[in-house]
């Protein structure tokens, strides 16, 4: 993999990228209206912000 900038890769760096990448051709070949992708170490409040839970059409 060629580096983007004058500071190669990490291993960890690429297995980050190729890991991403993989969800998004996941997202990109599936035939779903939307998805929601989200890290390992996110956390969500209990309860969601009203504009949020509209948007995704969370009962509110």
């Avoid at 990448?21 to 989200?38: I, L, N, P, T, Y």
């Amino acid at each position: 993999m060629r580096a983007l900038a004058s500071v190669p890769l990490s291993a960890g760096e690429i297995g980050c990228f190729l890991s991403h990448r993989k969800v998004w051709q996941m997202v990109a070949g599936s035939r779903d209206e939307w998805a929601f992708v989200a890290e390992d170490d996110n956390i969500f409040p209990s309860t969601p912000p009203a504009s949020s839970a509209r948007r995704i059409g969370f009962g509110v």
